[in-house]
């Protein structure tokens, strides 16, 4: 997989707006500043396509890009578990995160993001229960990679897989700001696509 091209499509602020396509989508969640915009971008080779922000909680929008002109979808989800929203923004979040993961028709693969250096907390708990519960296909990506040397944070990844109790290889770690680890996330979304090319067995 090699991202040729990327450019935004469009934003969903309501469950109304939640595109129902059929290219195939890969939604990117976690909690607010954990690097997912700026792990799209990263992948994506695009300095500005999704807006980050030092401030966390700034995107309260599903926000979609396209890859090489229809290959795939990035889905920037806003962020979880922001402390600094009142609880009715929380419900309305939760409410759209949840509305994306029920409804959208071409999702196949979450990437769930988690700061290299913290505890998966009850928010990213109950976010991975979640997909287990719906049986969604999700992958761990490990953020932040260059806050730790290499040895701590191969350590961190293997502690992180057993907290969660996911095989250690189900970990991905990137550094969006070292661009780091970008070739391991290329090559599980090929394999994400690919498996979704494969005929059904009558
Ligand atoms: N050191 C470091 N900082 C990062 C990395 N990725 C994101 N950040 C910073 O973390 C903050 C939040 O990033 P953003 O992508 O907006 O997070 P989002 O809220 O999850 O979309 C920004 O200040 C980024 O510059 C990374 O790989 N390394
Ligand atoms: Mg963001």
Redesign the pocket.
Known sequence: MVIKNAEFITSAGTVEQIIKGSTPEIAVV??????????I??MCNHGRL?????E????RLINYFDVNKGEFIFV?LP?YGFAKVNDNEKAKWGKIIEAYLQESTGLKNVFV?LDIRREPNADDVQMLNYLYHYNIPFTIIA?????LSRSAGLKRKREIANALKVGVGNVLL?????KSGAQEVLDRIENILEVEELPIEE
């Open positions: 976690g909690r607010s500043n954990v690097g997912k915009s700026s792990f971008n990263f999704a807006k980050t922000s030092k966390p909680g700034r995107t920037d962020g993001l953020t932040k990679g260059d806050k990137t550094s969006s700001l070292n």
